[in-house]
């Protein structure tokens, strides 16, 4: 099995900055990409930001520009830095693993518990 645990949502004001960390672990014999995505009450889970094995990134419109994502594999840790945030990037963070536990076997989805990031306006 494979756990994926979040770390550093919180509380900011409009403007201010979070880094979210996410670190698996586990049965791991590779991780290929990994993902932030989030979920705001009434809506559905969107796509945050995602990056390869190989360090290709992709984000949604909405936090480009003001988001990062980057990846430990040594520690097999993905972070999303947050900047100029805003109140409508209030939402639960979910971290997201593309897992493969052997080598012969096939990559899965793994998901994280949440982390709440909440901007006052």
């Known amino acids: 099995q494979v756990q994926l645990v979040e770390s550093g949502g919180g509380l900011v004001q409009d403007g201010g900055s979070l880094r979210l960390s996410c670190a698996a672990s586990g049965s791991i014999f590779r991780i290929n990409a990994m993902a932030w995505y989030r979920q705001a009450p009434g809506k559905q889970r969107e796509l945050v930001a995602g990056?390869?094995?190989?360090?290709?990134?992709n984000y949604a419109d909405s936090v480009k520009g003001r988001f990062t994502i980057s990846r430990d594999n040594a520690k097999n840790t993905v972070y999303l830095q947050m900047n100029s945030l805003k109140p409508e990037d209030t939402a639960v963070y979910y971290c997201?693993?593309?897992?493969?536990?052997?080598?012969?076997?096939?990559?899965?989805?793994?998901w994280g518990q949440g982390t709440q990031v909440t901007v006052s306006s």
């Open positions: 990056i390869t094995s190989g360090g290709s990134e």
């Open positions: 997201n693993g593309y897992v493969q536990s052997s080598w012969n076997w096939a990559a899965k989805d793994y």
